[in-house]
């Protein structure tokens, strides 16, 4: 092989990696860029997982509340007024249910009546803008006794069985023990229930004083 073939040869070599190289250095660019790609998605994707989270437990919570609370239904004449619902599961909507929005979790829970009438009561506030004081000082307003203290009162001392079961008159007791709150009466106060209670006075005439 002489010389000028050989110098052919290295140069048609040289020629080829060149053309390799040049391949090569333009191929980079583009793997770089897809890698930075997948990185990005890698990143959104990792970001992202949190948010998800957060709102499957919170989801999770609001099923879980949904079930342990009952629905309110407003019966003054058994007790069953706002106040004595909300304090009863107080704990329940305070503390299990720190993570959300407790007006709107306490408003879930009302029955279809109560529910329209708060709603017309607010108007034209919505019940997403009322804040969880306002709400629960409204229903309370709205669905408490209707009848006063003293009454209650009275109507407790005054308590006595009829046709019922020893059971039944047992739970009439203790309802209008609980209506009659008599942990909060007064030493004045009890007296001058006792000494109401002994007096015989018509019905007609203390159903009119009473109320």
Not at 75 to 88: H, L
Not at 100 to 129: C, E, G
Not at 170 to 190: K, P, W, Y
């Amino acid at each position: 092989m002489d010389a000028v073939t050989f110098r052919a040869i290295l140069d048609a070599q040289a020629m080829q990696q060149q053309k390799a190289f040049d391949a090569q250095a333009m191929q980079q660019p583009k793997t770089l860029n897809a890698m930075m790609e997948r990185m990005e998605r890698l990143f959104s994707a990792m970001s992202a997982t949190p948010a998800a989270a957060a709102a499957s437990t919170a989801e999770f919570v609001t099923n879980s509340l949904s079930t342990r609370l009952p629905e309110f239904t407003y019966d003054p004449d058994n007790g069953c007024t706002f106040k004595v619902w909300y304090n009863r599961y107080y704990d329940i909507i305070a503390n299990d249910g720190s993570t959300l929005a407790k007006a709107r979790l306490i408003v879930s829970k009302l029955d279809a009546a109560t529910y329209a009438r708060f709603t017309n009561h607010i108007l034209p506030k919505k019940t997403v803008d009322a804040s969880l004081d306002e709400t629960v000082k409204t229903l309370k307003e709205l669905f408490g006794h209707n009848t006063s203290v003293f009454a209650r009162r009275y109507v407790y001392l005054r308590t006595q069985r009829n046709d019922e079961s020893v059971r039944d008159y047992t739970g009439l007791v203790n309802r209008r023990h609980g209506m009659a709150e008599f942990n909060d009466v007064t030493l004045e106060q009890m007296k001058y229930l006792v000494w109401i209670c002994g007096l015989a006075i018509q019905h007609r005439f203390f159903h009119f004083f009473v109320h």
